[in-house]
Structures are given as structure tokens and as C-alpha cells.
């Protein structure tokens, strides 16, 4: 089993920057894949990046290419999603997830965060 709380989401303003926090506890980390995913108010989950262990490979939603970067501190029990240049459309609930292996489909991932929000103003 694997508890992740996510936090790090907030009130920001277009081209701000945030950095999202995963942490994990229950399990050993570091034998995990970790993916972010995101959803807007009335839209599906939509996933936006993912980091296998060891930090050995790292995928993005190809719109994410460029603002997002995922990163893990296993030593931390902890990953992160850092956004640049922030904008209105990335308004959405943030939700980090742990697997075994790194994927862009939700259903590969059977721990999940409760999500943090993070809502951009223009």
C-alpha cells in the first residue's frame, strides 16, 4: 500500500510558476512509478507527466512539453510537478498517482492522492 498527499496547488496568476509536491508514505518509493494528472471542472482525468524509478525515463502529455517537469526525490519519499508560465487553462485539480510501472492511462496507476487544486487567473 502507498499514501500519497499532494500539495504545493494554490491562487497563482498567469506566468507564475508553481512546484507540486507528491508525498508518499506506506511503502518503499523508490519501487514505484509516479504520474500527475490533472482534471478541469466538468472534464475527464488528463494525464500530464510520469517518472519511473530511479528517475530512468520521464513521459509528458505533449502539450506539457516544455512547462512541465516531473522530478522524484526518493531519499524524500517525495516527486514533484514544476509548472512555468502558468496559465489559465492549466486551472484544474492536481492528482499524483504510484504504480509499478510509468504510463499515460489512469487505470495503470492504483494509489492515488486526494489531488491539490490549482486555479490561474489571467
Known amino acids: 500500500q502507498v499514501q500519497l498527499v499532494e500539495s504545493g496547488g494554490g491562487l497563482m496568476q498567469a506566468g507564475d510558476s508553481l512546484s507540486l509536491s507528491c508525498t508518499a508514505s506506506?511503502?518503499?518509493?523508490?519501487?514505484?512509478?509516479v504520474g500527475w494528472f490533472r482534471q478541469a471542472a466538468g472534464q475527464g482525468r488528463e494525464f500530464v507527466a510520469s517518472?519511473?524509478?530511479?528517475?530512468?525515463?520521464?513521459y509528458y502529455l505533449d502539450s506539457a512539453q516544455g512547462r512541465f517537469t516531473i522530478s522524484r526525490d526518493d531519499a524524500e519519499n517525495t516527486a514533484y510537478l514544476q509548472i512555468t508560465s502558468l496559465k489559465p487553462e492549466d486551472t484544474a485539480v492536481y492528482f499524483c498517482?504510484?504504480?509499478?510501472?510509468?504510463?499515460?492511462?489512469?487505470?495503470?496507476?492504483?494509489?492515488w492522492g486526494r489531488g491539490t487544486q490549482v486555479t490561474v487567473s489571467s
Open positions: 498517482a504510484a504504480g509499478p510501472a510509468p504510463s499515460n492511462y489512469y487505470a495503470t496507476y492504483p494509489y
Open positions: 506506506g511503502s518503499n518509493f523508490g519501487s514505484v512509478a
Open positions: 517518472i519511473g524509478r530511479n528517475s530512468v525515463s520521464t
